[in-house]
């Protein structure tokens, strides 16, 4: 992997990174408990805790898929970012663009 792809991958593993991040407030926000005093039709009290259900999975995934970014990023300061971690061979830029946090190339995910 050249340098300028390396370059590449890191900018994009940092915007994702803000995206997550720029998320939370909101999320948090929207898995707040709702509160029984709160007058809601019996229906809309149903549909507002599906949805908090749904937001905290959302909150859920976003903080494991910051994980893995910044994983990444500290993979990019060793030097052993982009190497299938159960063959050790290099895995290609493509699938590195569409999911930079990838460990292992596509014949060993499956």
Do not use: W
Not at 26 to 50: D, H, N
Not at 90 to 100: A, K, M, N, T
């Amino acid at each position: 992997m050249t340098k300028k792809e390396l370059h590449e991958l890191k900018d994009i593993i940092l915007v994702k990174i803000k995206e997550i991040e720029d998320s939370f407030p909101y999320l948090t926000e929207e898995t707040k408990a709702i509160e029984p005093s709160v007058s809601l039709g019996r229906l809309t009290r149903m549909e507002a805790i599906s949805e908090k259900g749904v937001n905290e999975y959302v909150l859920a995934q976003n903080r494991q898929s910051l994980q893995k970014l910044n994983n990444a990023l500290d993979r990019m300061e060793k030097g052993t970012y982009g190497m299938c971690m159960k063959c050790k061979q290099e895995i290609p830029i493509g699938r590195l663009r569409l999911v930079p946090e990838a460990v292992v190339c596509v014949n060993c995910s499956s």
